[in-house]
């Protein structure tokens, strides 16, 4: 038992459970973000930064669909990689656009949640997502 907590390898299902940790943490913590920025919309749309050139409005859905609709979604793993993409292009927006000439400090969390959707986009769902039972794969 020792010698597989020393082992630098990693067992498959091991891989599956954290993929599983990672997207049920990352996606509960980020829903808070998506919500609080639904339930001031009104208030946001005219100040949030347009982005991508299509007006602050656009922008904000854009950051509400990534940060709510997505992060539920990976939380069930469901369609994973490909709600992962919103959440990752949030994220870089997010800390080397919007937080550019900020601190490292402010630029943390945009940093820590790029990583772990980073992380699981190269995983995957895992075996424990809707992923493995929509598609019927064996992971690993």
Known sequence: MLRDF???YIKSDKINWA???LRVGLGVLMIPHGYGKYTRFDNLSDKFMDFIGLGSTVSLSLAIFAELICSALLILG???RAILIPLIITMITAAFIAHAGDPLGD???????L???VSIFIM??????L??????????
Request: hydrophobic letters at 40%.
């Open 124 to 129: 995957g769902a895992g075996k424990y997502s």
């Open 78 to 80: 469901l369609g994973t």
């Open 107 to 113: 630029k943390e969390h945009s940093l820590m949640y």
């Open 131 to 140: 992923d493995a039972m929509v598609f019927k794969q064996r992971a690993f």
């Open 19 to 21: 993929s599983l940790v």
């Open 115 to 117: 990583i772990g959707y």
């Open 6 to 8: 020393l082992s630098p």
